[in-house]
């Protein structure tokens, strides 16, 4: 089975899955893209079809190895990984951020940069950093586009990404077009990160001054695993059920659930569901760099997402 990290860089802390190559200082655009193997480019072939050219369609094809990504419509416009770096560095070179890692997933057909900003949040005595990620992909499943997970410190668990950036807004623009004025668009991305965090902390605070009752944690677990409201735990797969038992003990014995402050609360709730998505959810084929991929983009995206949802509206 294909590993889903095919190359990445990390710089300071060792990431959760222990993955990459390390780097000590923050990163250049130029050192980024080196040091994560994404100095490569992909091209528009023909597609043909018993020695006819299909003229509405291209085959987007990495230079370097020949491996075919997708086909495309021929309006389709490649952004290549030295242009996402670029229009990012716009944003780093700001000075309010810096290089933190990045990589490509799925033999390259998406990739992935991920910034910090200067800086944190305090929740109850916690620190929770803030980040901003920029993918894009090759394969045509995705536009490229930056949303905003923030990471707490004390076990580096990311509480947002992907469909959670809907709390606030994201940029994106599709292979179709092009953004022309890259430090506007730059500045913009800050602003959008602005208010993301501002409403993100907001609702943080909430969960961390609310205490979950012990009758909510079932319909919390249903919830976050997909699962109906009310279905009774015998008619819930086994497996998930194992899962649904590793978020309990977490409430008690994961990473800072010592602070007196948080136990109980929702928020201890959700970092418990946060902690079992990135350390302890077996991923597809059960390697580290798989569970990279849930936790940012899949399946274990999705449990964090609907588990912050519905603490937020019980």
């Not at 021929?74 to 000075?95: C, H, L, M, T, W």
């Not at 993301?196 to 976050?224: H, R, S």
Request: charged share 25%.
């Amino acid at each position: 089975m294909t590993h889903e990290v095919e190359s990445m860089f990390y710089t300071k802390e060792t990431p959760w899955h222990g993955l990459g190559k390390y780097l000590d200082n923050p990163a250049t655009a130029q050192e980024a893209i080196t040091m994560a193997e994404l100095d490569w480019e992909v091209e528009l072939s023909p597609v043909m079809v018993e020695d006819k050219v299909i003229e509405e369609f291209n085959a987007v094809r990495r230079i370097k190895d020949g491996r075919v990504y997708c086909i495309v419509r021929n309006r389709y416009s490649p952004i290549q990984n030295k242009e996402a770096f670029d229009f990012f560095d716009n944003v780093v070179g700001s000075g309010q951020a810096i290089y933190h890692t990045a990589g490509s997933l799925k033999d390259g057909a998406r990739i992935w940069i991920l910034a910090k900003l200067g800086d944190s949040i305090g929740i109850k005595g916690e620190q929770v950093d803030k980040y901003i990620c920029l993918s894009n992909s090759h394969d045509g499943s995705m536009a490229l586009q930056m949303f905003w997970t923030p990471i707490r410190v004390v076990c580096s668990n990311t509480l947002a990404m992907a469909e959670s950036a809907r709390i606030g807004q994201r940029f994106y623009t599709r292979h179709t077009t092009r953004y022309n004025d890259r430090m506007i668009v730059a500045q913009e991305v800050l602003g959008f990160a602005n208010k993301f965090y501002n409403q993100w902390t907001e609702q943080a605070d909430i969960l961390a001054n609310n205490q979950l009752k012990p009758a909510e944690l079932p319909l919390l677990l249903n919830t976050a695993f997909g699962y109906e409201k009310g279905i009774p735990m015998e008619e819930v797969y086994q497996p998930v059920q194992r899962d649904m038992e590793v978020v309990v003990r977490l409430l008690e014995t994961g990473r800072g659930m010592d602070n007196p402050d948080i136990r109980g609360t929702k928020w201890a709730a959700f970092n418990a569901t946060a902690e079992y998505v990135d350390y302890y959810r077996k991923p597809r084929g059960g390697k580290p760099d798989n569970r990279l991929n849930s936790s940012w983009f899949g399946a274990g995206a999705k449990i964090k997402e609907r588990a912050w949802n519905h603490l937020l509206k019980s």
